[in-house]
């Protein structure tokens, strides 16, 4: 392979100090998408109304799903008096109308701001409410001003496993902490526990809830969606299973759940390709006592047989992945079992450690790679074009650049805002790294094929 | 069955029902999840279409990214508009002020992208952490020699309306900075169409047509120098009023340029603006011109809706949009199809809006002010409606109750405006309505059952489209 370890990767500095076509999301998003998918949870988000209903149609664009949202609705007034009046009025209305099982706040830049002390109001609330059938509600802080929409989402979860999880009784089960994954993706990870017999509690778990069924009745909230009791039992689990964990700060919950309840911890990649799955995998064996079941076995060699298809069509093309760091770290992975070369891996998050994260998982070191974080759309394009880059793969807010660019995009990760479907795309597992791989090699072949003179009909 | 909230009930009333009131002009119930954004959105949305302005949002990240390319606004030239700039704010600029980031921030922009003028945009938390925007946007205008405006579009600071109003505010600061300019007595401005899918363009053809001078597109396919003699014109017609109406007052005021509210939604509307404008420019050469473009276009178009209407007549349509202006010339159209409207909202309707909606509406209509999902997919069950007419936020309820969906928002790509507009309006609610994905939908099947009690089992599904 055209690979030496002579050049150590790049960390290029940004050039503007405004962010022009961010790369990135604000937390209250993040928090939102993990609160969904807990069963009957109704994220609260407590701010400004306009928070919630940019972020439902951020996210509707993508999932195509009704996606209910509360707002607190903090006004002028509660700016200066404090929002918790409106806050403890939305917990009403949300309850009365929705009967969730779960409140999931989410907080702002304006709450935080302000100084509201949303603990103080839960607790204020649950004394007025006591004896009354209430709602769980639990609490994440994510002011828009700090982090991402990945560290709301990680924040959000946190909350909910720090509040619900109990040391209760031992079980068989395991507890699977996916990231900000697709609704296939979680899926693909579902059958992968089945395939081995393991009882399996997925946090969050939206792959019913925003990609469901057609329905015969409107459903006030859609069914699906981890159950609060299995969250409750997570502390008595034997392990916990965390994959993406690159680009998270301060201590996992999964480490949480080991220091409070002694729950073994994995830690991993996203598992996208053969050698990151075969990690999950081997994971699942060593916790099932089970060898990698038929199914599972049939789908890795298919995957191997077509890697061998389409090798040629993509070594030694350069691809820039850009979005979450976790994201970018395990596709980057998997595009060097493919023989592409991860020549642009960039976020929008702060993330110093991106490039040490990189180095230590690629086997090899990539010439004039360019790890990049705390980056933006618009200086991608310079990035990418200075790169030479063939592909993109990222999701659909790299439209324009591919655009601009002239070189084809990969859809992948989130948002999928210019395709229906978005929500169905695998990349995790066999059959999500199959997905994926078949997807690169025909978008370049496609690339090639429009880009032909003569166009032709035979590979 | 879904109750609608205690706080929510008077914004809800049917037609000859006991009380017909609605009220509105309220601030959404907390937790009651409005389909309504906030103050910025009213901001960004009228000002987004400026292609040649910087349009800089001051504040953390969120708000700017929500925003980036969210309209189907063309323009014939530069398309700065469509790029999404941020000063995304830090904690530690929280706590120390913002200023110095959105001074070197909007220095650096301009610099790089050599607009015409700057729309700086409050968000929420610039309203608390008190950075002084006017200041830092009047230096950098003497610093680069353009306009540099500050948009007070604080989050909280209200509603979209408040929104609306704090653009016009913006624009304002435009509107007769062309000192030299002349006046145009024949001149209009398009004022509250944003080219949505190229619409200004159609209508800047109509009144080309008619020999009616545009002088101005506030804010469709809009340019910086073009406002700034905006003043100029006659005439202001305003479309999609209740966010352009208050910079046609001002410009009443201070300018005497007179203002008419049109729809170019529906022929009807279409013809009945373009009439407007011909006979208050009160020349018979435009008028005579116009009478023949509106029959040119209706005679050519009319035709082709029966089509359409063979279809679609008997059907029920649900209406749900921002604007109440656009809720009227949608019940018309509807009209024109044979169809009949049984539920109408809006985000943003006035007391007046409300009562005309009344009045063009068939006893029984629901007629609602700020809904939320569950009192939209409550209504559409129990209307039975076929259709809904609404934004993406609206879609996926339409689609999970087995309805069809209309997108009337400003994502869409295809025109609506216009006489052309209501010909793709027709094609577009005909390929939703008759398409043959419904009987295969479990809440249609459901439906046809519900109305049909008598054995329909074995070929309800296919009797259900």
């Known amino acids: 392979m055209l690979m030496q370890n002579t050049r150590p990767a790049e960390r290029a500095q940004r050039t503007f100090i405004s962010t022009r076509n961010a790369c990135k999301l604000c937390s209250p998003l993040g928090a939102s998408i993990a609160y969904r998918g807990i069963e009957k949870c109704v994220p609260l988000i407590h701010g400004s109304q306009g928070c919630a209903t940019y972020i439902r149609r951020y996210v509707i664009s993508h999932f195509k799903e009704p996606i209910d949202i509360a707002s607190s609705n903090v006004s002028e007034e509660g700016a200066i008096f404090g929002g918790g009046e409106n806050f403890k009025k939305a917990l009403d209305n949300i309850a009365r109308q929705y009967q969730p099982s779960l409140i999931g706040v989410a907080t702002t830049c304006l709450s935080e701001t302000i100084g509201d002390d949303v603990k103080f109001y839960l607790e204020q609330y649950r004394a007025g409410k006591a004896g009354f059938g209430m709602p769980e509600i639990v609490h994440a802080s994510t002011p828009s001003y700090r982090g991402t929409h990945m560290d709301g989402f990680h924040e959000a979860v946190s909350a909910v496993v720090r509040a619900l999880a109990r040391r209760g009784e031992k079980h068989d089960g395991i507890n699977l902490l996916p990231g900000f994954v697709s609704c296939e993706d979680l899926r693909i990870l579902k059958s992968a526990c089945e395939a081995f017999g393991l009882s399996c509690t997925i946090l969050p778990d939206y792959s019913e809830t925003l990609d469901g069924e057609s329905w015969q009745e409107y459903q006030k909230l859609s069914t699906g969606g981890t159950k609060i009791d299995d969250i409750r039992r997570m502390g008595g689990a034997r392990a916990t299973i965390q994959l993406g964990t690159i680009g998270t700060a301060g201590e996992s919950v999964a480490a949480w759940l080991e220091r409070k309840f002694g729950v073994r911890n994995f830690a991993l990649l996203l598992p996208v390709g053969v050698m990151q799955t075969d990690r999950l995998m081997e994971i699942f064996s060593e916790l099932s006592g089970l060898p990698l079941p038929g199914q599972l076995a049939g789908e890795r060699g298919r995957l191997i047989d077509s890697y061998i298809d389409g090798h040629k069509y993509v070594f030694g093309k350069k691809a820039a992945i850009y979005g979450e760091a976790d994201f970018i770290c395990a596709v980057a992975a998997f595009l060097e079992e493919i023989g592409m070369v991860p020549a642009v891996c960039a976020t929008g998050a702060k993330a110093a450690d991106l490039k040490q994260s990189l180095e230590r998982l690629l086997e090899n070191t990539h010439p004039g790679m360019q790890a990049i974080d705390d980056t933006d759309f618009a200086s991608l394009e310079g990035i990418c074009k200075e790169a030479g880059v063939d592909i993109l793969i990222g999701n659909s807010k790299g439209y324009w650049l591919a655009r601009r660019l002239g070189i084809p995009l990969v859809r992948a990760g989130f948002p999928v805002h210019d395709r229906i479907g978005g929500q169905r795309l695998a990349h995790l597992g066999y059959t999500g790294a199959q997905q994926l791989f078949d997807r690169i090699v025909n978008t370049m072949i496609e690339h090639q094929q429009n880009s032909s003179p003569v166009g032709y009909s035979y590979m | ?465």
């Not at chain 2, 952490?129 to 003497?142: E, F, N, P, R």
């Not at chain 2, 001149?187 to 949505?196: E, K, M, P, R, S």
């Not at chain 2, 202001?236 to 729809?263: D, I, W, Y």
């Not at chain 2, 209509?365 to 609206?394: C, M, Q, S």
């Open chain 2, 1 to 465: 069955m879904i109750e609608i909230l205690e706080g929510r009930k008077s914004q809800v009333m049917v037609k000859g029902g006991a009380d017909e009131t609605v009220a509105c002009d309220k601030v959404s119930l907390a937790g009651s999840v409005s389909q309504r954004a906030c103050v910025f959105c009213g901001s960004r949305v009228v000002l987004y279409p400026i292609a040649d302005a910087l349009h800089l949002v001051h504040g953390p990240v969120g708000c700017a990214a929500y925003t980036w390319d969210i309209r189907g606004a063309l323009s014939s030239g530069p398309e700065l508009h469509r790029m999404s700039f941020s000063t995304d704010l830090q904690e530690k600029e929280v706590i120390y002020g913002g200023e110095k980031k959105l001074y070197a921030a909007l220095s650096e922009l301009i610099e790089a992208y050599q607009p015409k003028a700057a729309f700086v945009y409050a968000t929420c938390i610039i309203g608390l952490i008190g950075d002084d925007l006017q200041a830092v946007c009047k230096k950098v205008s003497a610093e680069k020699g353009i306009p540099v405006i500050p948009v007070h579009s604080e989050g909280f600071r209200g509603t979209k309306k408040d929104g609306y109003r704090a653009a016009c505010e913006a624009l304002f600061k435009l509107v007769g900075q062309d000192k030299g300019a002349r006046e145009k007595p024949l001149g209009i401005n398009i004022l509250g169409d944003f080219n949505v899918a190229g619409e200004t363009w159609m209508l800047k053809e109509y009144y080309r047509k008619m020999g009616v001078d545009v002088v101005s597109c506030i804010t469709g396919d809009g340019r910086v120098d073009e406002i700034s003699r905006a003043h100029t014109a006659k005439l202001n017609v305003v479309q999609c009023a209740g966010s352009m109406t208050h910079l046609a007052k001002m410009m009443e005021r201070s300018f005497a340029v007179a203002f008419k509210r049109v729809s170019y939604f529906g022929l009807e509307d279409t013809a009945a603006a373009l009439y407007d404008v011909a006979e208050f420019l009160g020349d018979a050469d435009i008028l005579e011109r116009t009478k023949a473009l509106v029959r040119e276009e209706v005679s050519r178009i009319y035709p082709q809706i029966a089509a359409y209407r063979k279809d679609l007549s008997g059907k029920k349509a649900a209406i749900y949009v921002g604007g109440a202006f656009k809720a009227f010339s949608l019940v018309k159209a509807l009209r024109h199809l044979g169809m009949e409207t049984a539920l109408v909202g809006s985000q943003t309707g006035s007391a007046e809006d409300y009562d005309y909606l009344k009045e063009i509406c068939a006893e029984g209509t629901v007629i609602v002010d700020d809904a939320n999902p569950l009192e939209l997919a409550r209504f559409i069950r129990e209307k039975d409606v076929d259709l809904l007419i609404g934004g993406v936020k609206e879609r996926p309820i339409a689609y999970k109750m087995g309805v069809a969906f209309c997108d009337h928002n400003h994502e869409r790509k295809t025109a609506l405006a216009g006489f052309e507009g209501m010909l793709n309006f027709c094609r577009e609610v005909h390929a939703s309505v008759m398409s043959p994905v419904w009987r295969f939908a479990p809440a249609r099947i459901h439906r046809y059952k519900r109305q049909n009690p008598e054995g329909c089992d074995a070929d309800a599904k296919y009797a259900a489209c």
